[in-house]
């Protein structure tokens, strides 16, 4: 809530429709047909039927809560995290994501020197090393690999 609201409640138009930028988010997930569709935030989810709220096990830990709290309730080998502020992502780069992808290892993208850490697949396994950057305080710009074990 850095812009003094929930940016999730940011009204934009998209295809042909004003909804608030976390329904078309989670649209743009629900159109993925995924196993589960996982929401860490505000426990507003109108009309999205198949959106589990997972609230943050960790407080004072930024977007690192959510994920780790996601990859605590997730079913699946691989969570597709995607955050709420990202709204030009489409589906077919998140296709594309999931295509690089293997069993037990995720991708987190990089355009030019940077990470997208919000527009990433991780693995089930990251859960422990996202818990470990959390209790040590490195919530930012800290180094991952999930080659190992």
Not at 13 to 20: K, R
Not at 49 to 73: H, M, N
Request: glycine residues 8%.
């Amino acid at each position: 809530m850095r812009m003094g609201r929930d940016k999730g409640e940011i009204a934009i138009n998209w295809q042909g429709e004003t909804v608030p930028l976390r329904v078309r988010q989670l649209r743009i997930l629900e159109s993925l047909e995924p196993e589960e569709v996982l929401y860490s935030g505000s426990s507003r989810v109108d009309g999205l039927s198949r959106a589990k709220i997972i609230l943050d096990q960790w407080s004072d830990a930024g977007p690192l809560s959510g994920i780790a709290s996601c990859l605590e309730q997730t079913t699946s080998d691989l969570l597709l995290c995607l955050a709420i502020d990202v709204a030009r992502i489409e589906t077919p780069t998140l296709l594309k994501l999931l295509r690089k992808c293997h069993a037990g290892q995720g991708i987190v993208p990089r355009i030019g020197k940077h990470y997208e850490p919000l527009v990433a697949v991780y693995p089930k396994r990251a859960l422990r090393l996202a818990v470990s950057q959390i209790a040590e305080r490195h919530l930012r710009g800290c180094k991952i690999s999930f080659d190992g074990s």
